[in-house]
């Protein structure tokens, strides 16, 4: 089966717009890489290697017209971008496991290290995940996930019950529970996704302490801390079952969300939490809030 795959050089700012744009059109994935050799060293606590110019790659499937998303783009984005646009046709491949050739050890905060199978950065201190997200989303190398890792990293979890809402890959659950939560309850409506973090569960030794349901089996349960990486309107039609998830005075991290989509979002959670200033990263937003203490 052939594949349309777009190429695009874009400048750093416009990365994180042109991503989004891309999967708002149907991309069956976005990938993102250096298009000009840039030397990144290792970045700062809290930091994310950023390249000054990045070629964005989506890939669509072969039912879609070219034309037609050409001049979406154009439209959407601007005609400049429309004229650096290049396509080509590609046969398929196993599109799940490319993106390992360039997956490279990654820290996030001062301890926490996201690394593919079989690799280990040189320094041996650190708290070490092993992550093989097969089909599910979720590497790190993604903003949103990146911000989620980095505040996980600053938190003492100890004996902490924590819902990972819309786990993915696991990436997240995984890493508070080598960060020392008691329990995760990981929850996703793919199937393919809960499968992922079964196995990257069992592989980093956490899996006796992880909970894997789907999201029609939510448990009637109020935890200490909850983390939410979706998107903004899904964020917006959860409200309500994530604050009657969450303990008075617990924790929720919301992530997915765009700068612009804040207001919209923040409306939402406003009646059951108090929120704190957003943090962000190349356009896209965490938020956290605490649960309001008096009854509903």
């Not at 046969?91 to 799940?96: F, L, V």
């Not at 079989?118 to 089909?135: K, T, V």
């Not at 600053?154 to 008691?182: N, P, W």
């Amino acid at each position: 089966m052939a594949w349309h795959q777009l190429q695009l050089t874009v400048e750093k700012a416009q990365t994180a717009d042109i991503e989004s744009l891309l999967e708002k059109l149907g991309a069956l994935s976005v990938t993102l890489d250096d298009a000009a050799e840039e030397a990144l060293l290792e970045p700062a606590p809290g930091e994310a290697p950023l390249w000054q110019k990045t070629r964005i790659t989506g890939l669509f499937s072969a039912e879609q017209d070219t034309q037609q998303l050409h001049s979406e783009i154009s439209r959407l984005a601007g005609p400049e971008i429309g004229l650096r646009l290049t396509w080509e046709v590609v046969e398929d491949r196993q599109w799940e496991r490319v993106w390992l050739d360039d997956f490279q050890p990654m820290r996030f905060g001062r301890n926490l290290w996201i690394c593919p199978d079989g690799q280990r950065p040189e320094q041996s201190a650190g708290i070490f995940i092993d992550l093989d997200p097969g089909l599910a989303f979720g590497t790190g190398t993604h903003p949103t996930t990146a911000l989620c890792l980095n505040w996980l990293d600053r938190q003492r979890l100890e004996g902490a019950t924590v819902m990972d809402f819309g786990c993915g890959s696991g990436i997240l659950a995984v890493a508070a529970l080598k960060l020392g939560a008691r329990k995760v309850i990981a929850i996703d409506h793919d199937l393919q996704a809960l499968e992922a973090t079964r196995a990257n569960a069992e592989k980093n030794g956490v899996l006796e302490r992880l909970q894997i349901l789907h999201s029609r089996d939510l448990p009637q349960i109020a935890v200490d801390l909850i983390v939410a990486n979706i998107l903004a309107g899904t964020l917006i039609e959860l409200e309500a079952t994530l604050a009657a998830s969450i303990k008075p005075a617990g924790t929720i991290i919301l992530s997915g969300l765009l700068r612009e989509q804040v207001a919209q979002v923040s409306a939402a959670y406003l009646p059951h939490f108090i929120l704190t200033a957003p943090t962000v990263q190349d356009n896209w937003v965490l938020l956290e809030g605490e649960r309001r203490q008096k009854a509903d």
